[in-house]
């Protein structure tokens, strides 16, 4: 929490990556100011829109708050909004809520909303999250182990579906090498690695992914270049 922005960082961001299909995703960040960030989410299959999110973030002294419009289509009256609100109590913990309100006439009774609440405690070195709601349990604990490894892990329990999926993951950054290495799995067998390369002196990332989901045998692999 706070609003001091890094000095390194540039707004706004472009992010996007696309396949040999022409299906495209993209993400545009912008530090409107000090205390307020904002991030746009697109995603086009086939040709045509499958989905939208704008995010807008604030950042107070002792409070994070933010809200999520997601795929708004004013023309056939569908959508979903979710607002976030986290608050310092102490040095240590944080306590907060989340309401999410969706509509549209694929829900029953046209309009839903449900509601959470979440903690945080962190320590020196780590960070554990819990969220309890309507749908669900979500639980996640991040450790940083020295100044270039982190690994974390985190489940999550659908009560509607009645089933849980467990994740853990890592990231290894190679300073001389100018490279990021991020990988995870999980309990449903998928496997995922991210590497992230930055061509300096050049202000540009190139970007390798690669995912496997061995119950499916479906693999995927992608490729990305970002300026900034």
């Known amino acids: 929490m706070g609003d001091q922005v890094s000095p390194t960082e540039v707004y706004p961001i472009l992010v996007g990556d696309i396949d040999p299909s022409g299906n495209l995703n993209a993400n545009i960040i912008h530090q409107l100011s000090p205390n307020i960030r904002t991030k746009f ?9 499958q989905a939208t999110q ?18 708004i289509d004013v023309l056939n009256g569908t959508g979903l909004a979710v607002a976030h609100y986290l608050q310092q109590v102490t040095a240590k913990v944080a306590l907060g809520s989340e309401l999410a309100y969706q509509y549209g006439p694929q829900i029953p009774g046209g309009q839903i909303a ?15 999250t819990g969220t309890l709601g309507g749908a669900g349990l979500h639980l996640c604990y991040h450790q940083k182990c020295s100044e270039n490894l982190q690994i974390a892990t985190e489940l999550e329990t659908s009560l509607r579906m009645q089933e849980s999926v467990a994740t853990s993951g890592f990231q290894v950054e190679i300073p001389k090498a100018n490279c990021t290495f991020r990988g995870k799995i999980d309990s449903n067998g998928t496997v995922g690695a991210v590497m992230e390369k930055k061509l300096t002196p050049l202000p540009f990332c190139l970007t390798l992914s690669a995912m496997h989901n061995h119950p499916k045998n479906k693999f995927k692999l992608g490729v990305g270049f970002s300026i900034g």
Do not use: C, E, M, P
Request: proline share 0%; charged share 15%; aromatic share 10%.
């Open 41 to 49: 989410v697109a995603q086009i299959d086939g040709g045509k829109w």
């Open 114 to 128: 449900l509601h959470s609440i979440a903690a945080r405690y962190s320590g020196s070195n780590f960070t554990a």
């Open 54 to 71: 704008l995010t807008t973030d604030y950042k107070g002294r002792t409070s994070t708050s933010s809200l999520t419009l997601g795929n």
